[in-house]
């Protein structure tokens, strides 16, 4: 073995171990793919829940007229969406992803809802926030966390841009608490979803990346603990469907 090679960083992609260096565009290569049925796959793998689970996250950031949002790895625009009307015409969306095709899709999504005016579109990475210091009331990553490399800088990023008192919310699949609940949920996610990927998407391999991710993400206390360690206070934590699903919190202080 090549004793360089050995000695290269390396992170999860799914179950396999990849160099450092490789994780972002390999997720880039699933989500290139993905977005043009990511919306009806969405759909069709929660049966519909990921749309009252993105509700409620945008229902319990307390959003005011005016105020500043950052919706990082926001892809189709299903949570910019949500908030738009709720910060007004006095207030501003940034609705960001790393991913090209999906911040296409999701910009044209916006315009065909009228939420032009409201939402300006960037294409960022959450570990180099491109925004000075105190920028933000809320910033918020729903369903992406997991695919960032390097999650603890992102994590210390979203609190460097948010004001003192400005919030950080976290929506993402976690770790099942309903032992009756988790062995089905297992099934579903390495039987059904790739098969969905496969007949509806004609991707089995990027669904099948999507469930072994999920597996992969810092459980409950430990993506907590993170959000400590990136300057957040007052964390708490918030689960959806016996766990399935987690809303984390953290403010700047």
């Given amino acids: 073995m090549d004793k360089s090679n050995a000695e290269k ?7 396999r171990d990849v160099a450092l260096t490789e ?9 290139s793919s993905v977005a043009s049925r990511y919306d009806v796959m969405n759909d069709l793998m929660s049966l519909g829940l990921h749309r009252l689970w993105k509700r409620h996250f945008v229902a319990t950031a307390q959003l005011r007229a005016g105020d500043r949002v ?6 189709t625009g299903d949570i910019a969406g949500l908030m738009a009307p709720l910060v007004g015409a006095s207030g501003m969306v940034v609705l960001s992803d790393i991913n090209a095709d999906m911040l296409m899709r999701g910009r044209d999504r916006m315009l065909d809802e009228g939420h032009s005016a409201h939402i300006v579109c960037a294409r960022i990475n959450a570990e180099a926030l491109p925004f000075p210091d105190r920028s933000f009331d809320l910033v918020t ?8 490399t390097d999650q603890a800088r992102a994590l ?28 089905l949920y297992d099934v579903y996610s390495f039987n059904v979803l790739p098969l969905l990927g496969r007949l509806v998407a004609k991707d089995e391999a990027s669904y099948r990346y999507l469930a072994e991710s999920i597996r992969k993400h810092p459980n409950q206390s430990t993506l907590a603990a993170m959000l400590v360690d990136a300057g957040l206070a007052r ?5 959806l469907l016996g766990g399935m699903v987690a809303i984390h919190s953290g403010y700047a202080v």
């Fill in 23 to 31: 994780k972002q565009s390999l997720v880039g290569e699933v989500f």
């Fill in 141 to 148: 990553i729903a369903f992406g966390l997991r695919n960032v």
């Fill in 235 to 239: 964390v708490s934590v918030r689960n």
């Fill in 156 to 183: 210390a990023e979203m609190c460097r841009v948010l004001r003192p008192g400005g919030r950080a919310l976290v929506l993402e699949f976690s770790e099942v608490r309903q032992p009756l609940l988790k062995p």
């Fill in 9 to 15: 960083p390396t992170t999860h992609f799914g179950y």
């Fill in 70 to 75: 950052l919706d990082l790895a926001g892809g």
